[in-house]
Structure formats: C-alpha cells, structure tokens
C-alpha cells in the first residue's frame, strides 16, 4: 500500500502551520509485524526517512496495544546504511560467507600494518617462565 500524504494545521482558524509533512508511505505487512517506511521533510524542505516496526500486543488486563520502534535515516546516511543492510541480509540468506571474506580482508590489513616489524621487536615468551606445565 502506498501513499502520498501531507498534514497541516490550522491555528487561530486562519494560519496554516506545516506540522510534519509526509511526503511517501511505504506499509510493508511481515507475519505479526507491520512495518512503516514514511519519508518525510524538515523546515527546510530535506528529506528524511523514518522506518518503523509497529507489533500488536496483548496487555496484562488484556488491553491490546501497539509496540513501536523507530529509525530515524538521514539523506548523508543513506549509502552507508543500504550497504550495512544489504551485507546483514547477504550474510543471513548465504551463510557465513561474507565473514570469511570481511575476517581475510581484515587480516590482511592487520598483517600489512605490522609488515614491517622484525623478530627483534618481540620477547621470546616460553609458558615455562609462566609457570603453566
């Protein structure tokens, strides 16, 4: 389901005042879960996205109640949060394997960092000297 929506508040029946504009809604419903993708516009006309996770749940009197989590997502955060997301699912729906590839990248940086110590740099430690038999 998608919309376009926008709100505005009439104060003192005369002056409209923007309250928060939304400008694009996304609703995703996921099993027991509904998830909102709402982009939405500063003062300044900048556009943000909010992502929240909306759950119905069951109250102790047996009230039922919405629990919600919110993300906040900046236009200068985008890409870095596309490329975060898109590695986790990755990682979920094909096993371990962008691990081993982040954990080799990894180590090849750690090791070409100390590329240029020598032997001499370190102690020699025996476990003797630490009492462990």
């Given at each position: 389901?998608?919309?376009?929506?926008?709100l505005k508040?009439?104060?003192n029946g005369s002056k409209e005042q923007i309250v928060q504009e939304e400008i694009y809604t996304k609703v995703v419903r996921a099993g027991k879960r509904t998830y909102f993708f709402d982009v939405k516009a500063t003062r300044k006309d900048d556009y943000y996205l909010?992502?929240?996770?909306?759950?119905?749940?069951v109250g102790k009197e047996g009230k039922i109640?919405?629990?919600k989590h919110k993300i906040f997502l900046y236009k200068?955060?985008?890409e870095k949060f596309s490329e975060g997301l898109k590695d986790a699912v990755d990682y979920i729906s094909n096993g371990n394997a962008i691990a081993r590839r982040e954990t080799a990248l990894s180590e090849e940086i750690v090791s070409s960092d100390h590329?240029?110590?020598s032997s001499g740099d370190f102690t020699n430690?025996?476990?003797?000297?630490l009492d462990i038999k």
């Open positions: 389901m998608e919309e376009e929506a926008g508040e009439v104060i909010t992502i929240t996770e909306s759950k119905k749940r109640f919405y629990e200068e955060d985008f590329s240029e110590l430690l025996d476990f003797e000297d």
